[in-house]
């Protein structure tokens, strides 16, 4: 059965570095997103992405953060100047059109800012 | 604004039994409600969903019921297995395009023998 990639599954990084994670969509799937679980915490949206532009983002989601799909196949979540409380799992979803609600999970990645 | 909540945390239910997951809502646009089963350091694994034209779905040993009205629905899981045991979250979505979810807080599972 298709499933979402992630890589890497965890990433240590200092406060103020940059991070890419990257994430394999299934492979007939159009819209992908970005959520993030914070310890403890519920999973939350980040951002909606669609024919290569992003359709909407939370308030998290400011300008540190960027999505893009630059080869047609790796969907990726760039964190510009990470701060210690960007540390959480963040998981990539997808879904196979506009019509289906149901997003399926990658394995997710486990970010910690130092 | 908590506008999907699951109240309670956990839940112990014995081998065999019925486990029902509770999950309430306050935004009345929502019309797609699914439930995802997470493990630790795993990513949320699709189980069931519901639309809102709908009452009850089911699907094996997986029942959930959507009361529109009470801005309530409910997961059932009969006969419970301790390979249940895990968190379960319940999502909540606006259909259209690329619709966002909406997440409660998750209840932990725990399926004894």
């Known amino acids: 059965e298709p499933e979402v990639t992630q890589t890497p599954s965890h990433q240590v990084t200092q406060m103020g570095q940059e991070v890419i994670l990257r994430c394999v969509p299934i492979?007939?799937?159009?819209?992908f997103y970005w959520y993030r679980q914070i310890l403890g915490q519920k999973v939350e949206f980040l951002v909606s992405?669609?024919?290569?532009?992003?359709?909407?983002k939370s308030e998290i989601f400011d300008d540190q953060f960027s999505v893009e799909r630059p080869d047609g196949s790796n969907f990726t979540l760039k964190i510009r100047s990470t701060k210690l409380e960007d540390s959480a799992m963040y998981f990539c979803?997808?879904?196979?059109?506009?019509?289906?609600?149901?997003?399926?999970f990658g394995p997710g990645t486990r970010l910690l800012v130092l | 604004d908590q506008q999907v909540k699951q109240n309670s945390p956990s839940l112990s239910v014995q081998e065999g039994r019925i486990s029902i997951l509770n999950c309430d809502y306050t935004?009345?646009?929502?019309?797609?409600f699914l439930w995802y089963k997470k493990y630790p350091a795993e990513g949320p694994t699709f189980l069931i969903s519901?639309?809102?034209?709908?009452d009850k779905n089911e699907d094996g040993r997986f029942t959930v019921f959507l009361n529109k009205s009470a801005k309530h629905l409910s997961l059932h899981i009969v006969p419970s297995q301790p390979g249940d045991s895990a968190v379960y979250f319940c999502?909540?979505?606006?259909?259209?395009?690329?619709?966002?979810?909406?997440f409660g807080t998750g209840t932990r599972l725990q399926v004894t023998l």
């Open positions: 979803a997808t879904k196979t059109s506009g019509n289906i609600e149901t997003q399926y």
């Open positions: 999502a909540a979505s606006v259909s259209g395009t690329a619709s966002k979810l909406t």
């Open positions: 935004n009345s646009m929502f019309d797609y």
């Open positions: 519901i639309s809102s034209i709908k």
């Open positions: 992405f669609y024919n290569n532009e992003i359709s909407e």
């Open positions: 492979s007939n799937h159009l819209y």
